[in-house]
């Protein structure tokens, strides 16, 4: 059976902000498949896992948080308006 092609990209999308610990790239995964779900382009069961991928996994993967914990103590805070390490 084939996937949603807008499933298929946000997932790769969401793996790739994982592998490199970018919180800006999760948030807007997650908020494209947000707006995917206002559309009806994904179902509830496809945007929860999105949201599993990039929300879930900011809260709980224990190398990422360990990693924004090691950002904010060497003083990298992240500015999410500008999209980049400050």
Known sequence: MNENP?????KREALYAQRS???EL???TYGKAQMARQLKVLTQSEFMEI???TV???NTDREYIRNCNRNFREGKNINLTEGRLK
């Open 26 to 28: 999760l948030y807007q």
């Open 56 to 58: 879930y996994f900011m």
């Open 51 to 53: 949201n599993h991928m």
């Open 21 to 23: 610990f970018s919180t």
């Open 6 to 10: 807008i499933l298929e990209q946000l």
